[in-house]
């Protein structure tokens, strides 16, 4: 065996190394998604909160593997986001932008942390009000964690990436809501966050991807996201687009000196994960940034939005398909939902009652708590749509 396939053979979850780096991961991007939470109040600034989250995940990276003989990159996998309403994704503002949030909105928090390029990514629905969420914001809620739990027990060795689409799909109708089309669930690698086996959110005749099957030892971001719309989001202004990363198989020589300064700086701290517009300096950025995506040395991750009035939920975890089954480490407990649907469907119900674990002898069930899923039970349908204390 050559030193190059005894590397790509020890860096996958055969390594407990790498189980501890993405579990340190998961337990970082956990606690940086509480903290976002708790400051998440009428009139807070979108852009604080942001930096707030990024900041807290380069903290708490910056102090683990201090002492290491080789440096071990780690950091943010990907930047913050606070999306509100039927804005859908990756809405990062720069610094300059005022925009705050307001009583009653639906939150979609999105974001990344990684170790060695281990990558522990989460996303959770949260709306700004006490009490039970109730009426449409609390259905597409439902609709998002009931199809998470269920692509939860079908992202698993020997199933297929075709039979998570039909399901989640088949999830969101039950709530009278459609999942958002364009949205791919990843399996991740060291340094990749977005890998060629991918789980369509939606198939259609201009969507289509290469059947795939879940294998053990395989690390996957599953991204669902649940609209009370069409789920055909549009891109309503470019100038919104913060968050980029750099195609690291394309070259070009950039015109602009503005866009070489940009280029070379992005080069040097974001040479592999995604990163914010933030980050760079603000007034060459701009400039920069725009001749970069046109010669395809950037990938953008455009802020999406369903039409006023729709509400949009948003649930991604990361689950480790270990050899006794899945452990999905990224999670953070729902408030409580009053949706105005229940799942009587007896396939979905059979998804639900799956169990992530494989049984040992004997042992009595635990019953598996949301902020601690690595023993998820089977999940009871009727419970599907609130949270589980």
């Known amino acids: 065996m050559s030193d190059e396939e005894r590397e790509e053979k020890e ?3 055969t390594s407990p190394e790498v189980v501890t780096k993405y579990k340190g991961a998961a337990e970082i991007v ?5 903290l976002v939470l708790s400051e998440c109040k009428p009139k807070a600034k979108i852009v604080d909160l942001c930096e707030k989250g990024d900041a807290f995940i380069r903290e708490q990276t910056g102090n683990m593997y201090k002492n290491a003989k080789k440096k071990i990159e780690r950091g943010v996998a990907f930047p913050t986001c606070i999306s509100v309403n039927n804005t859908v994704c990756h809405f990062s503002p720069l610094a300059s932008d005022e925009t705050v949030l307001e009583d ?15 990558i522990a990514v989460v996303a959770h ?15 597409v809620i439902a609709a998002a964690n009931t199809a998470a739990e269920v692509a939860l027990r079908l992202v698993r060795p020997g199933k297929k990436n075709k039979d998570v689409t039909e399901a989640i799909q ?5 709530y009278d809501c459609k999942i958002v089309e364009g949205v791919l669930s990843h399996q991740m690698k060291q340094f990749v966050i977005d890998g060629n086996k991918v789980v369509l959110s939606v198939s259609g ?12 030892n395989e690390v996957y971001s599953i991204d669902i996201v649940t609209s009370t719309g069409e789920g055909k989001p549009k891109l309503l202004d470019e100038k919104q687009t913060t968050i980029y990363k750099r195609a690291v198989d394309k070259n070009y020589h950039l015109k602009m000196k503005a866009s070489r300064f940009i280029f070379s700086e992005i080069n040097q701290k974001f040479p592999i994960m995604p990163f914010s517009a933030r980050a760079l300096e603000e007034k060459r950025a701009r400039l920069g940034l725009v001749e970069c995506v046109n010669h395809d040395l950037l990938q953008p991750y455009p802020v999406l939005h369903e039409k006023p009035g729709d509400l949009v939920a948003h649930i991604k975890f990361t689950v ?3 050899p006794n089954g899945s452990d999905r480490v990224t999670s953070h407990p729902l408030q409580e939902l009053q949706p105005t649907k229940t799942v009587d469907d007896p396939e979905i119900k059979a998804w639900l009652s799956l169990a992530t674990k494989k049984k040992k002898g004997g042992g009595k069930k635990k019953k598996g ?14 419970a599907a749509p609130t949270s589980e204390e």
């Open 320 to 322: 480790l398909l270990m």
């Open 104 to 118: 009653g909105d639906v939150l979609k928090i999105d974001m990344g942390c990684h170790i060695d390029g281990f």
């Open 30 to 34: 956990n606690k940086a998604l509480q």
């Open 125 to 139: 629905t949260h709306v700004l009000q006490q009490g039970p969420v109730t009426g449409r914001a609390a259905d």
């Open 205 to 216: 005749p201009d969507t289509r991807v290469d059947e795939a099957e879940f294998e053990e």
């Open 170 to 174: 088949k999830v969101a109708a039950a």
């Open 11 to 13: 860096l996958d979850l």
């Open 369 to 382: 708590k949301k902020g601690d899923t690595a023993d998820a039970e089977p999940m009871d349908a009727a």
